[in-house]
């Protein structure tokens, strides 16, 4: 499950949810607009507040929404992504 859904399938807001959970907002919202990828810490400190609804693969993979192009680099949207190669 993505953070989106997570958050969705929950209604919870991201903004109050970051917050609660020792997150700085503003990289959490940049994070599901698609503009930022995630640190390690970060994503670790996602997975213990979703009590691993959402897991470092998920994170990987983009905040979804349809969000997988235009992605910045290492926000998991990038190409090259699972091992695919172009021909």
Known sequence: MNLREFLAENNIRPTPWARQSGLVPEVILRYLNGQRGLSAKTMAKIIA?????????????????????????????????????EP
């Open 49 to 85: 507040a979703t009590g691993g609804q959402v897991t470092f693969a998920d994170l990987v993979a983009g905040p979804g929404d349809g969000n997988r192009d235009g992605g910045q680099p290492g926000d998991g949207n990038g190409e090259g992504q699972r091992g695919e190669v």
